[in-house]
């Protein structure tokens, strides 16, 4: 199986930075997409950033040109570094990955736990 492990979240003032990191361990063929989505309360869960393992990345039109996400293949991990946030930021993040663990195997989904992201005065 594969387990994702979210770290980095926490509060912030608005404008203010942070940075989310996950590390994706377990039995790993291969993570094609590796990401960040959001659910804030009352809200259904969207997808924030997303990263190919060729480095295509995609982003929600909302933090485009604030977040920037990365990948080390290598390391099976990801960053999400925030920027200028803004209390609509504020929702837990969800790790997740679309890979095999094996290559006969179908592409699945896999899913960090969640960390809360707070933007308060």
């Known amino acids: 199986q594969v387990q994702l492990v979210e770290s980095g979240g926490g509060e912030v003032q608005p404008g203010g930075s942070l940075t989310l990191s996950c590390s994706a361990s377990?039995?790993?063929?291969?993570?094609?997409?590796m990401g960040w989505y959001r659910q804030a309360p009352g809200k259904q869960r969207a997808l924030v950033a997303e990263?190919?393992?060729?480095?295509?990345?995609d982003y929600a039109d909302s933090v485009k040109g604030r977040f920037t996400i990365s990948r080390d293949n290598a390391k099976n991990t990801v960053t999400l570094s925030m920027n200028l946030l803004k209390p609509e930021d504020t929702a837990v993040y969800f790790c997740?990955?679309?890979?095999?663990?094996?290559?006969?195997?179908?592409?699945?989904?896999?899913w960090g736990q969640g960390t809360q992201v707070t933007v308060s005065s």
């Open positions: 377990g039995n790993i063929f291969s993570l094609n997409f």
């Open positions: 997740n990955a679309r890979g095999r663990v094996s290559p006969s195997f179908p592409l699945n989904d896999f």
């Open positions: 990263i190919t393992n060729i480095g295509h990345t």
